[in-house]
């Protein structure tokens, strides 16, 4: 069943839906102040914001006249990213290129590119590159955005109450520790997963309704003191026009329902059941999303139109219970079908209390550009599913650049997404079939067993983060592109947190060239104070690379001696004049927590 679920999948996951429009998107002007510049290994270019870009296309050609193609990052997905600058590592030292940047107003179309600009990545030498952080450690500093807290995907909670093993670990119990562990260590709030009306919910029983099994879902989810975003799927084979239309090694149906009514009545008795089980306050501060990634064949076997009805019938069914309930979507794929709902939305009076969308590979785009064009300012923006890659079984979820990828991402949402939500929790995870292997490149940032991969060590990362952020100053080459940094103070400890990344995945087992010496500058910082640095980097914090040699599934005791193997290191740095020296490969990521000294 597996092979049969993964062929389907691989045969239909890029074929996107409808990208038909009754509107136009704006014709938006190319960036101005174009600029590219070569450093050892890499490109950085950099360019002026667009007003109305949810984000930009990077160009590349060589030779004075040749073409300009854009710049393949490898993610497997959208290659557009939301801001400058940007750092080209898939190029061939002491080549020259050329590079432009489009303007883009939607996923799927891109404007004018700008006028092109040289540069000329360097070859080489045997020092690595020096990047200064500077630390305004005085400032009064702002409040620090938290994107990964609000929320966290999960395989379908029903799996919460699955006795069965998987490489001898329950699976039930597995999942629930995973996502306790989510909200006591990283202080995650809410869980987003799909199929809360997939047959094993058996929501729908003779005439009526049956909402017990989700009452024992939901019950344990806050039990944990987490909450659930209700994604509004699949479809009750009872309700079903066409139950053949399924997707999954466990077989969601996808079909449209055969009555619109029968769906909205069945929505409505949900959240009816929600409020009155749990309280009409607790349900309030719920989300409600509608589907899953409609604009794929692969998860909807309707049209768009009837995809929107189904939004209409939905949104109408949770607002008859309280208008004041939350209601998204179109938690699409790709950051697709963003600009089709709220166009649709604005001219039927439809409300849209959040935005919903996913990309992997990438940063998430800025996609306030579309609410503002259609008059959804104020509405929140929900990024459902996002990770380093949309490949199931992908040996780089394991890896540490998976991990730091993590961190470039969330930095990058801070300040304009509400919930940056990493897919998923735990490698407990059987979409294409339950794991063969403990280390199988599955979508968990946890692995069967419990232990903490690269990403979920990121995680922590952040989680160590002052609640004041503070600015911080880049220079060099990569500074600011291929380096970045996050700087915190509390009321006794600044913490700053760095990385080296390129979002070029084909080079997730390191390069040495894009090594860099970073000094990070604190200039005002108690010299009484002592240093230390966190590390994640490839054979420290590495489960991966502590995991070579053992078998397919681990016994308990090896389990045990990996988790040991496969922390982060922590090791005392010294300050010399406000100031400490590192090495940072790439990837690789070191929080350096800087404290009053202890007598």
Known sequence: ???????????????????????????????????????????????????????????????????????????????????????????????????????????????????????????????????????????????????????????????????????GHEIGSELEDALRRMHDEISVRTVRAHAIFHDDTHVISGSGYDFSVVDAIYDKLLSIGLRPVVELGFMPRELASDPTKTVFEYGAIISPPASYQDWHDLVRALVQHLVDRYGLDEVLTWDFEVWNEANLEVFWSGTKAEWLQLYDVSVAAV???????????????????????????????????FVSTHTYGSPPLD????????????????????????????????????????????????????????????????????????????????????????????????SRLGPVELPVNLTGDGGGSLVEAWASRDRDRIAVLLWNLTLDQTKAAGASELTRTVQVQLPGVDPSWEAKATTLAIGAGDIAEAAVGLGDWPSDAELAELAERSRMVSTPLELHDGAVELSLPMPSAVLLELTPRRD
């Open 319 to 353: 607002k008859s219970v309280d208008p004041r309930l939350q209601v998204g979507g179109p938690s699409s794929a790709a950051a697709g079908w963003v600009d089709d709902l709220l166009a649709h939305a604005k001219r039927l009076g439809t409300p849209v209390d």
């Open 367 to 462: 996609v306030r550009a579309s609410l503002e064009r259609h008059g959804f300012g104020d509405a929140r923006v929900l990024w459902t599913e996002w990770g380093v890659t949309p490949t199931h079984f992908n040996p780089i979820n394991d890896s540490v650049f998976s991990g730091v990828f993590l961190l470039r991402g969330m930095r990058s949402a801070a300040g304009r997404i509400d919930a940056l939500s990493y897919w998923v929790a735990s490698d407990h995870f059987e979409e294409l079939g339950r794991p063969p292997r403990l280390l199988h490149g599955g979508f968990g940032l946890q692995t069967v067993g419990g232990l903490a991969k690269p990403r979920y060590h990121a995680m922590t990362l952040l």
């Open 1 to 167: 069943m597996q092979n049969d679920a993964k062929t389907d999948w691989d045969g239909r996951i890029a074929l996107r839906s409808d990208e038909e429009r009754e509107f136009d998107f704006p014709d938006l002007d190319p960036p101005k102040e174009v600029s590219a510049v070569g450093g050892v290994g890499q490109v950085t270019i950099d360019w002026s914001p667009v007003d109305g870009a949810a984000g930009y296309l990077i160009l590349r050609g060589t030779g004075e006249r040749g073409p300009l193609e854009p710049v393949d990052h490898h993610s497997g997905d959208v290659l557009s990213v939301p801001a400058p600058p940007y750092v080209d590592t898939t190029i061939t030292p002491g080549t020259p290129y050329r590079y432009a940047v489009a303007s883009v107003p939607e996923v799927t179309v891109h404007g004018r590119p700008s006028h092109p600009v040289g540069a000329v990545p360097l070859v080489p030498g045997e020092a690595s590159p020096r990047v200064t952080a500077t630390v305004d450690v005085v400032a009064e500093g702002i409040e620090l955005p938290r994107p990964w807290e609000p929320m966290v995907g999960s395989e379908r909670l029903s799996q919460l109450l699955c006795k069965d093993r998987t490489g």
